[in-house]
């Protein structure tokens, strides 16, 4: 569990099916393109499946003051050796967006990347149309590292993506000024 000023990380389970489903089916337009989150039991299910997978780390993001599940936030294909990277995915529900939620998160997942997990680049692949997503990792401290074609499939379509990451050294020089 990861405790922010305003949410909480924290791992998934099998009793946040209904409402993490439920928040996803009346995000669905919301998220319609550019996330596929789960939206039925089965497809929760498989979320939990990937959620235990050991090159991950899978969080919800929920409000501090009630518990409130607002969104998912991960860490996925963590590399060691050499590379010592994860890229970043995450999600809010409509209801929650445009507040700040999902800025904290970022910055939370961020320090337990580089501190906890002791990762080196954490990187974010985003649609070129997902302007509130590019607003996320620029605040943040991300830096653009280029473009994609035809990067990932979703939504049944294969779709363009910028590539865009933070080194933990970026990450320091930037905390140290915040």
């Known amino acids: 569990m990861i405790i922010g000023k ?23 337009s919301f998220h319609r393109g550019f996330a596929s989150p ?57 209801s929650f967006a445009n507040q700040e939620y999902m800025t904290e998160a970022i910055q939370l997942i961020l ?18 149309a997902n302007a509130a997503s590019l607003a996320l990792v620029r605040k943040a401290g991300f830096r653009s590292e280029g473009y994609s074609p035809r990067y990932l499939k979703i939504g ?3 779709r363009d993506h910028e590539r865009w990451a933070i080194t933990v050294e970026d990450w320091r020089a930037r905390t140290r000024t915040v």
């Open 156 to 158: 049944g379509r294969w």
């Open 6 to 28: 305003r949410v909480i990380l924290r791992s998934p389970n099998h009793h946040d099916a209904d409402e993490f489903t439920k928040l996803n089916v009346q995000s669905r």
């Open 111 to 128: 320090r337990y990347a580089f501190r906890e997990l002791k990762l080196h680049r954490i990187e974010a692949n985003i649609q070129p």
């Open 38 to 94: 789960p939206k039925s039991l089965d497809e929760y299910s498989a979320f939990l499946a990937r959620a235990g997978q050991q090159d991950s780390a899978v969080f919800l993001i929920c409000r501090k003051q009630d518990s409130t599940i607002a969104g998912a936030i991960n860490l996925s294909q963590i590399f060691r050796g050499g590379f010592q990277n994860a890229y970043l995915g995450y999600y809010i529900g409509a």
